[in-house]
Each structure stands twice: as C-alpha cells, then as structure tokens.
C-alpha cells in the first residue's frame, strides 16, 4: 500500500485530531486492484466512465487506467481494502448511472449509501438516499437510517464526491464495546449531510462483529458504479 503525506483535509471537526497519528494511504493506484481482498471479482481499471446515450442506466467505458469500475457489466462482488482502519478522513469520488446503487462501508459496517438521489425530494425511507447512513435489520424491519440533511446529489453520470470523518467504536481490555462508532462529519459535494451521528451498530449487510478496526468496503452488486481518489487519512478522535 503506498503512503503519501501531501493530501490535508479541513474538516472543521468538533473532535479533536492528535497530529502525530495522522497517516494519509491510497487506496487505488489507478492501474489494479493491488492490495484489495482477495477475491476481487470482475472490478478493474478504467480510463472513463460516462452515460450510454442510448440507455442512461448503463456507461460506456473507456478502457486504460485511473478510474475503478465493478466489472463491464456492471455487478459484481463487494470488495475491501487489506489494510484496516480506526478512526478515519476519507475521501472518495464517485459516478453511476440513473438508478444504481452502491455504498461506502467503513470498517466493512457501516454504510454511506451512493444512490441516484438526483431531483428527488424523498425517498421510500431514511438512509435510502445518496449520502445517507443506512439504516439497521433488526426484527425483520429497516431502523435508525438517517437521511442527509440536504440532497446534493448530481445528475447521473457526474463525478460526486464524499468527505468522511468516522470515530470508530471503543472497547475496553476485555474487549466489550464501552462506546458507539459515530460518524463524525459527512460532506457530499461540499455540503454538510451529516454530523456527530452515532451509530448504535453496524448498518443493514454490514460485517459483524464489531471491533476496534476494520477495513473500508465498496459494494458491487448492485448496479453500475466507478471510484477515483479514494484515500484514506488514519487520525485519532478524542
């Protein structure tokens, strides 16, 4: 995995971050799928994605390298990155088509929804929308989504981006959880959606059982969907 320590990120937190901790890691080269999980499924790189101007629901893709797609047709496994993360800035820019759907999960649990959100006011429930945190499964019903607080969604076919500040869950030396993960601070397109939301555990398909890191997912299976600049920057939360 290669390290850089060029890329800052002003988040205006309202926790503190302890500078010596901070670490910032590519998690895409821009040519292969080089320390993801294996199996990595049909993802790859690319050079372009853009909207089939005869079926918005599709791209049409330029091959070469720079931009990381879930397979040619569009569906395929989620994967996730080798290296696990605690507390954490990501960044990640994002593209689909009109319908799909995707999400970021931090630490494999938690999950920042991609959607096709654009022009619409609201969705069937909380967390469903691009941005959102989505919601949990328990006793056959989907509970605690949370909803950005504005839609700044683009149109379909437009590159997106999503700035994340997560707390990842604490436990003592006997390994029992004493508090929840939260995420911190959500942007979405240089819009604020989200803050200081706790997350009383991991989000509907996320990896269970919780513990102190994990690594950050991308799930595939279920429409078309591309990544660029997707970096992580490991920090502490007070």
């Known amino acids: 995995m290669k390290t850089i320590h060029l890329f800052t990120v002003a988040f205006g937190l309202v926790t ?11 998690l895409f080269n821009g040519h292969d799928v080089a320390g993801w999980r294996k199996p990595t499924g049909e993802w790859l ?19 070469g ?14 994967i996730a990155t080798e290296q696990e993360f605690g507390d954490a800035e990501v960044h990640v820019e994002f593209s ?8 970021v999960y931090l630490m494999g649990r938690y999950e920042i929804q991609i959607y096709d959100s654009y022009g619409v006011e609201k969705d069937k429930y909380p967390g469903i ?22 839609n700044a969604s683009k149109a379909p076919g437009e590159w997106q981006s999503l700035d994340i ?5 604490r436990f003592d030396a006997g390994g029992k959880k004493i508090e929840n993960a939260k995420m911190v601070k959500v942007v979405h397109n240089g819009q604020v959606i989200h803050e200081n939301v706790e997350l009383t555990g991991p989000t509907r398909s996320g990896w269970e059982p919780e513990k102190a890191k994990g690594p950050l997912r991308l799930q595939g299976d279920h429409g078309p969907v591309a990544f660029r600049n997707f970096r992580v920057k490991e920090v502490e939360l007070k």
């Open 165 to 169: 500040t997560f707390r990842a869950p």
């Open 96 to 103: 689909i088509p009109k319908h799909s759907n995707s999400g």
């Open 129 to 150: 929308e691009c941005g959102g945190i989505y919601g949990r499964w328990i006793n056959e019903k989907n509970v605690e989504g949370h909803s950005p607080r504005v």
């Open 45 to 63: 790189a690319v050079q372009a994605v853009g909207l089939d101007p005869t079926n918005a629901e599709q791209f049409v893709i330029t091959q």
């Open 65 to 78: 390298e720079g931009v990381l797609l879930n397979g040619l047709k569009g569906h395929t496994k989620d």
């Open 16 to 26: 503190s971050i302890t500078p010596a901790a901070e670490q910032t890691n590519v």
